[in-house]
DNA sequence: GTCAAGATTAGT
DNA sequence: CTAATCTTGACG
């Protein structure tokens, strides 16, 4: 079951299988990465609270969205203990349901470009900061998760390093569904 | 105040 | 490989 109170390399796991929910859409959730705290250089929170990372260190549960890059927003579940500043990035998803509105809301080429990366995914679904904060066990959030109905089989899942980073490139942080074809990167 | 870098992406 | 685009956080 699902516990954000846990380290987010646990949560990281347990999210496999959930579904996400925002304002456009929904998709299974098929990739994640975790970031520590103090203790994790590539980590928002590594060196302490500041106005963007404020929320890593607030209650577990709840969502974290920055915008990188000046033009993608990324989406992650808060976890850890309170004052800890753990998380876990939504890398990518699977589709689930009506996908018309996240289609039109963000046009591709090949489907499979909707939802599998950070950034993509969170155009998608309609997520941006103004969902920083909220509450993702509560189905009346505009952004929010719906716990899996039964874990993925262990040899599904497979174990790798984090993307896109300059520092701690070596820590196997990064968890992803072996078959899933909406995985941002093997 | 100034400035380099960034948990990305689409296009060449 | 590179441009796009702008917030953040470090430094002074």
């Known amino acids: ?15 496999l ?18 970031y520590g705290g103090s203790e994790d250089p590539a980590s928002h929170a590594a060196r302490g609270p500041t106005r963007r990372s404020e929320i ?23 976890t850890g203990p309170e004052g800890d500043g753990q998380a876990v990035l939504i890398r990518a998803l699977e589709p689930v349901g009506d996908t018309t509105a ?11 470009d909707l939802t ?17 904060d909220v509450d993702l066990a509560d189905p009346m ?5 719906e716990e899996r109905p039964e874990a993925p089989a262990d040899e599904q899942i497979v174990t790798a390093t984090r993307i896109g980073l300059s520092v701690a490139v070596d820590t196997p942080w990064r968890w992803y569904l072996r078959d899933s074809e909406w995985v941002s990167a093997r």
């Open 141 to 145: 959030s505009p952004v929010w998760v």
């Open 1 to 15: 079951m699902l516990d954000p109170a846990a380290h987010s390399t646990e949560v990281a796991q347990q999210l």
């Open 116 to 132: 599998n990366g950070p950034g993509k995914l969170c155009a998608a679904l309609g997520i941006d900061r103004t969902h920083n």
């Open 102 to 112: 996240m289609e039109s809301l963000r046009p591709v080429r090949r489907r499979r």
């Open 17 to 34: 299988g959930a579904t996400l929910h925002g304002p456009a859409g929904a998709g299974r959730i098929v990739e994640t990465e975790a």
């Open 56 to 78: 890593m260190f607030g209650p577990p549960g709840r969502l974290y969205v920055y915008l990188i890059y000046g033009m993608h927003h990324c989406a992650n579940v808060v």
